[in-house]
């Protein structure tokens, strides 16, 4: 087995990333896709704890603008909506072979197990792969928060964002044709850009705690498996520009 660049990473995957058509919803293409991208981590020896959002099915300050339900309320529909996708995720995975465990912040104890720090390394020592459902317990905080914050809990090497592009760019790609990709960022850089990486809570607790984040474009094959042997992929935002 060869040896990987990583040893623990947290995978961020957007719940956009395993939508149907419109960009909500489950898609069995995708979400297979991405269990074997995981699947794929696996084998190679790495631990992995991944963090699933739920903007496919509902993003709890949009709902509560366009509602008017309160926005404690919808941010809470939106943990319980991140719980169904790492149900789904579990589903595929364990139909691939692969021992998982669904750990959430809030209690679901039907379903799953709460997020308990120690219960969930051992998980991860003994080669399940974890999913960190229900955001952080908390109203106003997102779930790119929730992976930065989880991450520095169990120890992660390196934090993978898999969006839907190939990585940080000046601009969006879609609307400006022009806008230049980079290679690798500080996270002062990011910061001080307005960088759309992940929201600035989750930005500043990987500088604190000097965990890098890649962002990289889930629908690539392999990529995350490339990441994990130690090839540069997408954009790394760091600690120091020479990293």
Partial sequence: METPAYQRVLLKISGEGLSGPGGSGLSSEHLTRSAKQLAELHQMGVQVAVVIGAGNFIRGAV????VGIGRVTADQMGMLATVINALAMQDVLESMNVPTRVCSAIGITALCEPFIRRRAIKHLNEGRI?????GTGNPFFTTDTCAALRAAEVGADVLIKATKVDGVYSDDPVKNPSAIRYDRLTFDDVLAKKLAVMDQSAIAMCRENDIDIIVCNLMADGVVTR????????????SAADK
Avoid: F, H, N, Y
């Fill in 227 to 238: 990441i994990a042997r130690g090839e540069r992929v997408g954009t790394l935002v760091t």
């Fill in 130 to 134: 974890i999913l960190l459902a229900g």
């Fill in 63 to 66: 709902i509560s603008g366009a």
